[in-house]
């Protein structure tokens, strides 16, 4: 299903939901559309008290393109702020480039493996500071042991960034992934990968 990407009256990115539930604060005059999906087209039967740029009135009704950006007119909500990004498997892989980190390999998502730099067995957590991404054959070759007793080059992982305070529940559903190309100009953070 095709989603909305929503606005403040601030132009600051407030939340994506499914199109269909931002409709009606389009119809009502609560929101304006600042980009539609290209190439797609919603239909209704009855009468629109507003002209929607873009849309077209037939004799069954009208026609508007789906939005993929809406601003609020009325709103001030302010979602709260991070420049973290969240841990998780996707993000350790963009982080590391997609490569495992000792014998330089390219894998993909699905067939990479957690490294935990310091073992778990020996009081290494399970955090940015810790996980690499290895190859199956490189994370079993390397097992339990300590980087100091292996005599692969020492790794130090590091927790990537955003370069700008970004929406905590944003950041959380998408990190630095732009879903839809008509997003970007509103998603303005990037992530720095660089320590």
């Given amino acids: 299903m ?15 939901v499914p199109y269909r539930k931002v409709l009606n604060k389009v119809w009502t005059g609560q929101a304006i559309v600042l980009e539609n999906y290209e190439g797609t ?6 009468y629109c008290p507003l002209v929607i740029p873009g849309s077209v ?3 069954k009704g009208i026609e508007m393109p789906i ?5 609020y007119t009325h709103t ?3 979602p709260k702020f991070t420049r973290t990004l969240p841990f998780n498997r996707k993000n350790v892989y963009l982080r590391d480039g997609g490569r495992c980190l000792y014998c330089g390999k390219k894998v993909s998502l699905g067939s990479m493996s957690f490294d935990h730099v310091i073992p778990r067995n020996q009081g290494g957590k399970t955090c ?15 097992g339990a042991r300590h980087p100091n007793k292996f005599k692969w080059p020492l790794i ?10 970004a929406p905590v529940h944003l950041v959380n559903k998408i990190a630095g992934e732009i879903i839809e190309k008509t997003w970007a100009d509103y998603l303005y953070w990037r992530i720095v990968l660089e320590p």
Avoid: H
């Avoid at 087209?41 to 009855?46: E, K, Y």
């Avoid at 939005?67 to 601003?71: D, R």
């Avoid at 996980?131 to 079993?140: F, P, Q, R």
């Avoid at 130090?156 to 305070?165: F, R």
């Fill in 2 to 16: 095709l989603e909305t990407l929503k606005l403040n009256i601030a132009a600051i990115p407030i939340g994506i």
């Fill in 41 to 46: 087209c919603i239909r209704f039967s009855g």
């Fill in 57 to 59: 009135t037939t004799n």
């Fill in 67 to 71: 939005p993929s950006v809406i601003q």
């Fill in 76 to 78: 001030d909500y302010m």
């Fill in 128 to 142: 940015w500071e810790n996980v690499v991404i290895a190859c199956y054959s490189c994370n079993a070759k390397k």
């Fill in 156 to 165: 130090m992982p590091y927790a990537p960034k955003l370069d700008k305070a």
